[in-house]
């Protein structure tokens, strides 16, 4: 999904289309700019370093946002809730 400015493409549509010869595609952009609207948001990505050292017997992750450990590599951090970037290297 890209979310667009349904307000900017109206606008930027209307200059166009300003000799108002193509009502099809004035009614196309006014039911673009009809449709529901969403709340969008920049979405911000971390990752999880591994904690090299430690002195348990197993692997901890550090969120790279947040700093909060975990023992698994999780689709989002359960402290601050970034989502994960995928990464090959354990
Ligand atoms: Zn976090």
Excluded at 1 to 17: C, G, N, R, S
Excluded at 31 to 50: C, D, F, N, Q
């Amino acid at each position: 999904m890209k979310p667009v400015d349904a307000d900017e493409l109206f606008q930027k549509t209307i200059y166009i289309i300003n000799d108002g010869t193509d009502d099809k595609v004035l009614r196309i952009v006014v039911g673009i700019s009809l449709a529901e609207t969403v709340e969008a948001r920049p979405v911000k990505h971390g990752k999880w370093i591994k904690r090299s050292g430690n002195r348990y017997m197993f692997c901890i992750y550090d969120c790279s946002e947040c700093r909060c450990p975990n023992p698994i590599k999780t689709k989002y951090c359960p402290n601050c809730g970034v989502e994960m970037k995928e990464e090959n290297n354990d």
